[in-house]
C-alpha cells in the first residue's frame, strides 16, 4: 500500500529533455517550462521538493542517465517518496523499462508517481492509470519513429556522399563552410603518406608502428584529446599495428567516401556492431584525395607480404612470400639456430596440426633457399630482358601503326556519334513542329539508336584498347626499372623482391615454383 493522501511526501521532480526533443524547438517542452509547470503544481498541491534531476540531452529509450540514477539512489536512501514528471514520456520511452517502474520499483520502494499532463496518479484509482501501459508503448513506438526517420536521413546523405560521421578519419578535418565535408588536415596527411611509403618500402606494420612510435609522431588518437599531460606516452602515445592496417586498407584516403561501416543493434540499445562489407555506402571523389589510387592499389597487394613478421627479431628478404606448394598454406621462417647459425622454414599447416599430419614439414635451410630463388630470379630477370629487346624491335612498328590507324578512327566515331545526336534532335524538334508523325518519328528513332549503339560500342573498345596499351607500357617500363635496378644490386633490397616476386611455392619434394609479378613462365 502507498498509504493515505494526507502522507508527507518528500518530492523528486524529473525532468528530461532528449536532442530529438531539443532538434523539434517545442517550447513546452524545454527544460525551463518543464521545471515552470512542475513547480507551480507543486505548489499548487501543498507538496515538499526534496531536489529537482535534471537529464538534459538524454534520449528516453536509455535509463543510464546522471540524474535519474541519482534520483533513484534517493529513493533507495529513503529521502524521496514522490516522484513528478511533466509526462510519462520525460520518464522514459522504453515502455519496459517504464513499465517497470510503474508497476514494480516504484510500488516495491513506496513511492508515489506523477504525470502531470497524462493525469495519472499512482495512488489514486482511475482509468487513466489503467491507460498507462499503452501510453507507455506509444512513447515506446514515439521513439522508434524518430530513430528510423533519423537513420533514413543520414542514410540518404551517405548515398549522396555527405560526411554524416562524428570523428573525422586521421588525415582530414570536417569542412568550416561544410560540416558534410571533408578537406584534408596538411599536418595529418603528411603521416599518412609517410606511412604509405614505408609501406611501399616493405616495412611491416609492426616495423611502422615502432619506427613512428620512436620518432614520437603524434598518434590519431593524440590529435582528438584536449588536455595533454607531461607524461610522454599520454602526450604522443604509441603506435599499434592496427592503427597502420587500418590506414593503409582505408579508401577514404583515395578521395571516395566510405561509410556505414559500423551501427547501432537497435533504437535501445546502443552497442555498435561492425557492418558486412558488402553494406558499406561507397561513393567515389567526393573530396580531395591524399593517396593517389595507383599507390592505394599498389599497397594493396603488398599487404599480405607485409603481414605475419612483427615478432621476429631477425627480418628475411622473402618474409611472407613463401608458401607450402602441396597444401596452399604460408611457410615461416623459424629463428636462427644458436648451434650452428642455421635457420630452417616449416610449412605453417603441419606445425599447427603435426599430430594430425595433414601435411609435412617442408623443412628447408633458409640461407641456401634464399640463394637458389635469387639465382633463379636472376636467370629470370635475363630472359625478360631479352624477350623484352626481341619484342619491342619486331612489334614497335607494328604497334606505331596500330595506334595510329586506332587514333584516326577515334576520330571518325566521334564525328559519327555527334551527327546521330544531331539527327535525333532535329527529328524531335519536327515532331514538335508536327512535321513528321508519331510513327515516323519512332521508325527513325529506333534506326538512329541502334546506330549510335553500334558506334558508341566500337568507340568504347577501341577507347579501352589505348588505355589499356599505355597502362600496360607504363606498367612494363616499371618492371624494367626494377629488373634494372635488380640485376645491378649484388643483395637486392626487400623493395625490390616484392615489386618482382608474387609468391614462391615450396613443394615437399624440393621443387620451388616462382610466379613474379612480370609476364614470363615460373621455373
Known amino acids: 500500500m502507498l498509504g493515505s493522501l494526507n502522507k508527507i511526501?518528500?518530492?523528486?521532480?524529473?525532468?528530461?529533455?532528449?536532442?530529438?526533443?531539443?532538434?523539434?524547438?517545442?517550447?513546452s517542452e524545454s527544460i525551463t517550462n518543464q521545471k515552470s509547470l512542475?513547480?507551480?503544481?507543486?505548489?499548487?498541491?501543498?507538496?515538499?521538493?526534496?531536489?529537482?534531476?535534471?537529464?538534459?540531452?538524454?534520449?528516453?529509450?536509455?535509463?543510464?542517465?546522471?540524474?535519474?540514477?541519482?534520483?533513484?539512489?534517493?529513493?533507495?536512501?529513503?529521502?524521496?517518496?514522490?516522484?513528478?514528471?511533466?509526462?510519462?514520456?520525460?520518464?522514459?520511452?522504453?515502455?519496459?523499462g517504464t513499465g517497470n517502474l510503474i508497476e514494480k520499483y516504484f510500488p516495491e520502494h513506496n513511492v508515489r508517481y506523477i504525470?502531470?499532463?497524462?493525469?495519472?496518479?499512482?495512488?489514486?484509482?482511475?482509468?487513466?492509470?489503467?491507460?498507462?501501459?499503452?501510453?507507455?508503448i506509444m512513447n515506446d513506438m514515439y521513439a522508434k519513429d524518430i530513430s528510423k526517420k533519423i537513420k533514413?536521413?543520414?542514410?540518404?546523405?551517405?548515398?549522396?556522399?555527405?560526411?554524416?560521421?562524428?570523428?573525422?578519419?586521421?588525415?582530414?578535418?570536417?569542412?568550416?563552410?561544410?560540416?558534410?565535408?571533408?578537406?584534408?588536415?596538411e599536418e595529418q596527411a603528411l603521416v599518412v603518406k609517410r606511412i604509405f611509403d614505408m609501406c611501399l618500402e616493405g616495412l611491416s606494420f609492426f616495423k611502422i608502428a615502432k619506427q613512428l612510435t620512436n620518432e614520437g609522431v603524434k598518434t590519431p588518437a593524440g590529435y582528438y584529446s584536449f588536455e595533454w599531460k607531461s607524461n610522454y606516452n599520454l602526450k604522443y602515445g604509441e603506435w599499434h599495428s592496427k592503427t597502420i592496417r587500418d590506414i593503409l586498407t582505408n579508401r577514404m584516403y583515395i578521395g571516395d567516401m566510405v561509410q556505414n561501416r559500423r551501427s547501432k543493434v537497435n533504437y535501445k540499445v546502443k552497442k555498435v556492431i561492425k557492418n558486412n562489407p558488402k553494406d558499406y555506402i561507397i561513393v567515389e571523389n567526393t573530396h580531395e584525395a591524399i593517396i593517389d589510387k595507383e599507390t592505394f592499389y599498389e599497397v594493396q597487394k603488398r599487404i599480405p607480404k607485409n603481414v605475419g613478421r612483427n615478432e621476429k627479431k631477425e627480418n628475411h628478404l622473402l618474409d611472407g612470400l613463401l608458401y607450402c606448394g602441396d597444401c596452399g598454406h604460408r611457410i615461416s621462417i623459424q629463428s636462427r639456430r644458436k648451434k650452428d647459425n642455421?635457420?630452417?622454414?616449416?610449412?605453417?599447416?603441419?606445425?599447427?596440426y603435426m599430430k594430425q599430419r595433414l601435411c609435412t614439414t617442408h623443412s628447408n635451410n633458409y640461407d641456401e633457399l634464399e640463394k637458389v630463388i635469387i639465382k633463379s630470379l636472376t636467370n629470370m630477370c635475363l630472359s625478360y630482358i631479352n624477350k623484352d629487346k626481341v619484342r619491342n624491335n619486331?612489334?614497335?612498328?607494328?604497334?606505331?601503326?596500330?595506334?595510329?590507324?586506332?587514333?584516326?578512327?577515334l576520330e571518325i566515331l566521334i564525328n559519327d556519334i555527334k551527327q546521330i545526336n544531331d539527327n535525333l534532335d532535329i527529328i524531335y524538334i519536327d515532331k514538335l513542329n508536327k512535321k513528321i508523325t508519331e510513327e515516323q518519328f519512332e521508325r527513325v528513332k529506333i534506326k538512329l539508336e541502334r546506330e549510335l549503339n553500334i558506334k558508341q560500342k566500337r568507340y568504347n573498345e577501341l577507347n579501352n584498347s589505348i588505355n589499356d596499351n599505355i597502362n600496360e607500357e607504363s606498367k612494363n617500363k616499371l618492371?624494367?626499372?626494377?629488373?634494372?635496378?635488380?640485376?645491378?644490386m649484388k643483395k637486392p633490397s626487400r623493395e625490390l623482391i616484392i615489386n618482382l616476386i608474387d609468391r614462391i611455392e615450396?613443394?615437399?619434394?624440393?621443387?620451388?615454383?616462382?610466379?613474379?609479378t612480370f609476364n614470363d613462365n615460373s621455373v
Not at 618492371?479 to 645491378?488: A, G, Q, R, T, V
Not at 615450396?506 to 613474379?516: A, G, P, R, S, T
Request: with cysteine.
Open 9 to 27: 511526501y518528500n518530492v523528486g521532480i524529473y525532468i528530461r529533455l532528449s536532442r530529438e526533443d531539443d532538434d523539434k524547438a517545442l517550447e
Open 38 to 96: 512542475l513547480l507551480q503544481y507543486v505548489k499548487e498541491n501543498n507538496l515538499r521538493v526534496y531536489d529537482i534531476y535534471i537529464d538534459d540531452g538524454y534520449s528516453g529509450t536509455n535509463f543510464d542517465r546522471p540524474d535519474f540514477n541519482r534520483l533513484l539512489n534517493d529513493i533507495e536512501l529513503g529521502r524521496v517518496n514522490m516522484v513528478i514528471t511533466k509526462d510519462m514520456s520525460r520518464l522514459g520511452r522504453d515502455y519496459i
Open 115 to 136: 504525470a502531470v499532463t497524462d493525469n495519472i496518479d499512482t495512488c489514486l484509482d482511475n482509468s487513466n492509470n489503467d491507460i498507462a501501459p499503452f501510453k507507455a
Open 152 to 185: 533514413s536521413s543520414l542514410r540518404a546523405k551517405q548515398k549522396e556522399g555527405k560526411w554524416v560521421g562524428g570523428r573525422t578519419p586521421f588525415g582530414y578535418d570536417q569542412d568550416p563552410n561544410d560540416k558534410n565535408h571533408l578537406v584534408i588536415n
Open 342 to 352: 642455421r635457420c630452417y622454414t616449416i610449412c605453417n599447416y603441419y606445425r599447427t
Open 394 to 409: 619486331v612489334l614497335n612498328n607494328l604497334t606505331e601503326d596500330n595506334e595510329f590507324n586506332n587514333k584516326k578512327e
Open 479 to 488: 618492371i624494367i626499372e626494377y629488373i634494372n635496378k635488380f640485376l645491378s
Open 506 to 516: 615450396i613443394f615437399e619434394d624440393k621443387n620451388i615454383n616462382i610466379k613474379v
